[in-house]
């Protein structure tokens, strides 16, 4: 016969064993003014016997779960764990806690799991790049603190951390351009709804580096592959580019990940790197750093992008009514071997 599961200690069990009121109770666990160090002490002893752990839907009810939510648009892209990593070591000294979903990097399930981090009653909620139309943004972000990075533009309702993606697509094209090279294509993650393509950072790296290579004197040279963020799109984007006329001698992939597809596509032609073709990334992930790859990337600091993200959400959990703001860190490129003179 199976034991029955065991009671969850509750605050009365704590309360019985430090011989105090659920209210001193309360107010140690709240941090709240009026707990003596000798109260704290008793209760906190209490807590660590009883093995006493804090009901997060009774936080709730009282007003704070000290959860946050984390809305990640493609678990495989190494530079999104820098952004988390920079979340978490932020509110490492904090009573936050953070809980991650995949957004799946399409607004029906994105809008699904956004959703339920509000059914659970997070304190906040830090989005990724999201791909949700502006107004669902601002809905959400009226219901609950919310930070979104990776996304340009204002709102009013919310805060966003972005990187200076025209300026690091510019940093990219004048470093091919001084290593010689004037046939510089580039790999683009396909978009088409007007309003992403004003935020999002894969369309201003396309721009970005349409005008650097307009500055350059290089408009005539300018070739765009449109395919995805992804391994299978820098695949599929450097097939299409070496598949030209007159192919390129440099590609600039849009994301670290697309480089990796757009470096299998190269070898699998029988071309090397960087003797035949430069290649170029963006976001100086683990990957690119990664010796056997090394990488000429893009760094826009994801840790200090994540950092800055909860420091803004905490401040807006506990302000709710001042202004939005809007964070732009500067991007630097990191030289490494896949880029060499033409």
């Known amino acids: 016969m199976d034991k029955p599961a065991p009671r969850r200690v509750t605050i009365v069990d704590v309360a019985r064993h430090a011989q105090v009121s659920t209210t001193a109770v309360s107010k140690v666990l709240r941090n709240a003014y009026g707990a003596s160090p000798a109260m704290r002490a008793k209760v906190q002893q209490a807590i660590a016997e009883l093995g006493y752990r804090p009901s997060a839907a009774a936080r709730g ?19 999104f764990a820098d952004i988390l990593d920079g979340i978490t070591t932020q509110l ?9 979903a995949p957004g799946c990097n399409g607004e029906k399930a994105e809008a699904k799991v956004i959703d339920a981090m509000i059914d659970r009653s997070m304190d906040g909620l830090v989005l990724i790049a999201p791909v949700s139309a502006k107004k669902r943004l601002t809905e959400v972000a009226r219901s609950v603190p919310t930070v979104v990075v990776g996304r340009h533009g204002s709102s009013p309702a919310y805060d966003s951390v972005t990187d200076d993606d ?17 046939r510089i ?27 650097a290579m307009i500055a350059h004197g290089l408009e005539a040279e300018i070739d765009v592959a449109s ?14 580019l070496l598949a030209r006329p007159v192919r ?9 990940v697309v480089a990796l597809g757009a470096l299998e596509a190269i070898a699998e032609a029988g071309l090397t790197v960087p003797g035949d073709i430069s290649v170029a ?8 750093a990664f010796g056997p790859i090394s990488l000429t990337s893009v760094d826009q600091d994801g840790r200090q992008m994540g950092a800055n993200a909860a420091r ?6 506990g302000r709710r009514d001042r202004r939005t703001a809007q964070m732009k860190l500067s991007p630097t490129l990191v030289v490494r071997r896949t880029t060499a003179a033409t």
């Open 61 to 79: 009810l009282r007003g704070q779960t000290y959860t946050i939510g984390v809305m990640l648009p493609e678990l495989r892209n190494l530079f």
């Open 312 to 317: 803004l959400l905490v401040d807006r959990i």
């Open 248 to 256: 390129p001698t440099a590609i600039f992939a849009g994301a670290d």
């Open 92 to 100: 490492g000294d904090s009573d936050y806690q953070v809980l991650l």
């Open 281 to 288: 990334g963006y976001d100086n992930s683990a990957l690119a």
């Open 166 to 182: 025209i300026a690091g697509a510019a940093l990219v094209v004048d470093h091919l351009v001084s290593l010689g090279h004037r």
């Open 185 to 211: 294509a580039h790999i683009e993650h396909h978009e088409t709804d007007r309003v992403r393509l004003a935020e999002m950072p894969n369309a201003q790296r396309a721009d970005g580096y349409r005008q």
């Open 227 to 240: 395919t995805s963020y992804t391994q299978a799109g820098g695949y599929l984007g450097a097939q299409q």
